[in-house]
């Protein structure tokens, strides 16, 4: 049984299962311990992750009918514009659309979705289910260099997803939890636009990186660096205003 435990360890499969989906599940730990003066059932949090899975199945369907319009075949590819197309319309668009339906279904069928640290709680939960499955699948794409990328992606890729998930999950709580209807109006494209933004900018810097005199792709990772940093500051600072209710 000890010898049958030790093999699946060492099973390259599983590790880069769990090299995949270890940091989604501390971030996720994270958000829950913010919320621990009012936790969510273990069963939400759990399922709520599961769907930030099925988001990112539907927003692969939504990027590759995106691709496949009329007006992308307009795009020079290998352009600066294609990378910043590709960023905003086959990334930030599809995969923030997708968290965002799969957490207004929650919102609307959970009874204990009942304040505004909720909907980042819940949003989190479905950012890192999508980072999580969007992880391994980049893992096993990569062969013998799966270690170099699973490094990589726990401290770029996983935490952005998390700060987007912020974003939309303050956002969403403003609005839903929102008496006026004044400030439901002007808040509400904020559900969408600030994550698709913070999203969009951050591929955009990454995908500029690729085929480019050394010192622009040096000043664009410096860029892209800070920009992350920034974005995890100010969440930081959202997850802070709800966390004191």
């Given at each position: ?10 099973n ?7 090299a995949g989906?270890m940091?989604a599940?501390?971030l996720?730990?994270y958000?829950?311990?913010k919320?621990?003066?009012h936790?969510e059932?273990v ?7 599961m ?15 995106i ?5 992308w ?6 352009s600066?514009?294609h990378?910043?197309?590709t960023?905003?319309l086959l990334?930030?668009?599809?995969e ?6 799969f957490?207004?279904r ?16 819940y ?16 893992l ?10 699973a490094?990589?992606?726990s ?14 999950g303050?956002?969403y ?9 004044w ?6 494209p904020?559900?969408?636009l600030?994550?698709?933004v913070?999203h ?10 690729h085929?480019?005199p ?6 664009i990772?410096?860029a ?5 940093i ?11 205003r709800f966390?004191?209710?």
């Amino acid at each position: 049984m000890q010898e049958t435990a030790i093999s699946v360890l060492r099973n390259e499969s599983f590790q880069i299962v769990m090299a995949g989906i270890m940091p989604a599940i501390l971030l996720v730990a994270y958000i829950c311990w913010k919320d621990r003066k009012h936790p969510e059932p273990v069963w939400w949090i759990l399922y709520a992750t599961m769907m930030g899975c099925g988001a990112a199945v539907v927003s692969t369907f939504l990027a590759a009918g995106i691709e496949h319009l009329p007006l992308w075949a307009l795009v020079p590819e290998g352009s600066t514009l294609h990378a910043w197309a590709t960023a905003f319309l086959l990334a930030a668009v599809p995969e923030e659309l997708g968290k965002w339906w799969f957490l207004t279904r929650i919102a609307k069928s959970n009874p204990h979705f009942d304040e505004r640290m909720d909907a980042i709680v819940y949003a989190v939960c479905i950012g890192m289910g999508f980072a999580g499955l969007e992880n391994v699948l980049y893992l096993f794409n990569a062969a013998e260099d799966w270690m170099q990328l699973a490094a990589a992606r726990s401290l770029l890729s996983v935490p952005g997803h998390f700060a987007f998930a912020v974003l939309m999950g303050y956002y969403y709580g403003k609005v839903h939890f929102a008496r006026s209807k004044w400030k439901k109006l002007r808040l509400g494209p904020m559900v969408l636009l600030a994550p698709i933004v913070a999203h969009g900018i951050y591929d955009g810097l990454l995908m500029m990186n690729h085929d480019l005199p050394a010192v622009i792709a040096a000043a664009i990772s410096i860029a892209f660096i800070v920009f992350l940093i920034r974005l995890h500051r100010y969440s930081r600072v959202r997850i802070k205003r709800f966390e004191g209710r």
